[in-house]
């Protein structure tokens, strides 16, 4: 692939000439069509074949090396994709300017940040930069900036949020819409009483099921475990079958659910754990910047960290609390 940074793994299969695909579904697509869908660098990193770079590669003072090798070899796959010098790379993450990368960059970014012992044998060490590998050179520039690990990580969630908001907001309105629905449905109702009589029935006898009043509503796609005798039917079929010869009426239960069926598709536990998650990562965040002192030595022209994050701090800290909002309503009227 054009850009690639590593030697990685191919697909084995048969290719078609260029004229083998006109009038075929071939000749409809375009390359363009997948532009940001794709995370090359994730892709680079999980098929790589290791050894020697595509690129020609750097003569490294290996006995001055600080990183490990496949520590070295990722951030290596990750320079080639950010596609900028490592000034510029350092400048953006100070100003905390998003803008400059993708959110996989920063996640990866974030994973191989300088840690202490590196950071620490940098500021110790005396030899020539220019003979250390690439990939130390850059990690060497990352650890001069300030919380540069929670820069990026903060930079990767902010890019992360938005769309999650809008992808959780949506889902909580439709259970709780559905909720709704199912309390108001008369057919709904009508249905439940049927299944309510024939389970009576057919507890009678047990006293720790017969004579129920009510039931939960999870167990409904266990009807169809309850086998007829001869194991051709199940009890889910008896009640379609009750409907559709002594209330008709209640066949049209669907029009009055219109958002069942989206409801249906999202996990409440699921959705509650991702709201959780957001506060938590909000939270934990607020307190990096609370607590950020930039140093002497850095131009705070340059250093946006707190300023950068303050404004989008409160900003998500409003609408998760509209998502716990939502959250809270849709268990009221569960």
């Not at 998502?323 to 569960?334: D, G, I, N, V, W």
Request: neutral net charge; aromatic residues 6%.
């Amino acid at each position: 692939a054009s850009g690639r940074q590593a030697r990685i793994k191919q697909v084995n299969w048969e290719k078609l000439a260029p004229a083998n695909v006109e009038d075929t579904v071939w000749a409809q697509m375009s390359s363009s069509d997948l532009e940001g869908t794709i995370e090359f660098l994730e892709l680079e990193q999980q098929f790589s074949l290791g050894g020697k770079s595509a690129q020609k590669k750097e003569k490294a003072d290996t006995n001055r090396q600080v990183l490990d090798s496949k520590k070295s070899y990722n951030i290596s796959i990750l320079i080639g994709h950010l596609r900028m010098s490592f000034e510029e790379i350092r400048d953006a993450v100070l100003a905390m300017d998003d803008c400059l990368f993708s959110e996989q960059h920063l996640k990866q970014m974030e994973m191989y940040a300088p840690e202490m012992g590196e950071i620490l044998a940098y500021k110790r060490f005396t030899g020539d930069v220019d003979k250390l590998s690439k990939a130390d050179r850059f990690s060497m520039l990352m650890s001069t900036v300030p919380a540069y690990k929670e820069r990026v990580g903060a930079m990767a969630f902010r890019i992360h949020f938005s769309e999650k908001v809008e992808e959780i907001k949506p889902d909580l309105e439709n259970i709780i819409a559905a909720s709704v629905e199912l309390q108001k449905s008369a057919q709904f109702k009508r249905l439940l009483q049927i299944i309510l009589s024939v389970g009576n029935y057919m507890n009678a006898g047990n006293v720790r099921t017969q004579g129920a009043v009510g039931f939960k509503v999870g167990i409904l796609p266990n009807l169809k475990s309850t086998k007829t005798s001869d194991n051709k039917s199940t009890l889910l079929h008896f009640v379609v079958r009750t409907v559709q010869a002594n209330c008709p009426k209640v066949l049209r239960v669907k029009e009055e659910l219109p958002h069942a069926a989206l409801a249906a598709k999202v996990s409440s536990q699921t959705l509650g754990d991702e709201v959780r998650e957001l506060q938590e990562s909000i939270k934990s965040i607020s307190s990096q910047v609370e607590n950020y002192r930039p140093p002497d030595d850095i131009n705070p022209e340059k250093d946006r960290f707190r300023e950068s994050m303050a404004g989008f701090l409160s900003d998500a800290t409003t609408k998760t609390e509209a998502l716990s909002a939502l959250q809270a309503r849709r268990s009221e009227e569960r």
